[in-house]
């Protein structure tokens, strides 16, 4: 399902509130932290609870904010009016999404596509990541768990390549795409048991 996301204005608004109520605590006034400490050092417990936004300091640049349609059907232009249109206050604005790679093949792609669509023609970014290769190219021959055999390195990584240009060819010019879904998860779905350096490796290229 599509995560319900903060704008950056929320954040920093939310922010601001929560340490203008905590800064009223400490000085008297019933905030929202509560107390009348007249002035007092701020206690451990207070202090946890103070938000600060640092404008003048870059650490990272936000692309921007969004959610996923795997395993979700065909989205409605409305739907994706809701989540990605920017018209009026009752539109999300989102300008992310990211899209699942469905193992069983490009005959299974259509629905993420028309997705895509939606989502690209409002403006948003587009990404897409697997869960788990075809079940074919895995030691365990399934979709849930098992190991992706060395001698399929190479037809995975077309497989990925092949995901792209059918996106590219329903008009759906990619941001990016990951090899893998939350590496770590042990999950009872689709899942591939995968380590970081098979990761690094294949997306340096050194297993091609």
Avoid at 101 to 127: K, T, Y
Avoid at 136 to 145: D, H, I, P, R
Avoid at 153 to 182: H, K, P, R, W
Wanted: proline share 4%; hydrophobic share 40%.
């Amino acid at each position: 399902m599509l995560i319900a996301v903060l704008s950056a204005k929320e954040i920093i608004d939310r922010a601001h509130a929560k340490r203008v109520c905590s800064s009223r605590g400490r000085t008297g006034n019933h905030g929202m932290l509560g107390g009348s400490n007249s002035g007092s050092t701020p206690t451990p417990t207070q202090a946890a609870n103070t938000a600060y936004v640092d404008f003048g300091s870059s650490v990272q640049t936000i692309r921007g904010f969004g959610g996923s349609t795997a395993w979700i059907s065909n989205l409605t232009a409305g739907q994706a009016d809701t989540l990605f249109g920017k018209s009026n206050i009752q539109e999300m604005g989102y300008s992310l999404l990211r899209v699942r790679i469905d193992p069983g093949g490009s005959a299974n792609w259509g629905v993420e596509l028309n997705n895509a669509q939606l989502a690209s023609a409002r403006g948003a970014s587009v990404f897409a990541t697997p869960w788990t290769p075809p079940a074919s190219m895995k030691s365990n021959n399934n979709t849930v768990g098992g190991t992706l055999n060395p001698s399929s390195y190479g037809d995975y990584a077309n497989y990925l390549e092949s995901f792209v240009t059918y996106m590219a060819n329903g008009g759906v010019n990619l941001y990016a795409i990951s090899l893998q879904n939350e590496p770590d998860a042990v999950v009872d779905y689709e899942f591939l048991a995968a380590d970081r350096g098979l990761i690094r490796d294949l997306a340096a290229g050194k297993l091609l």
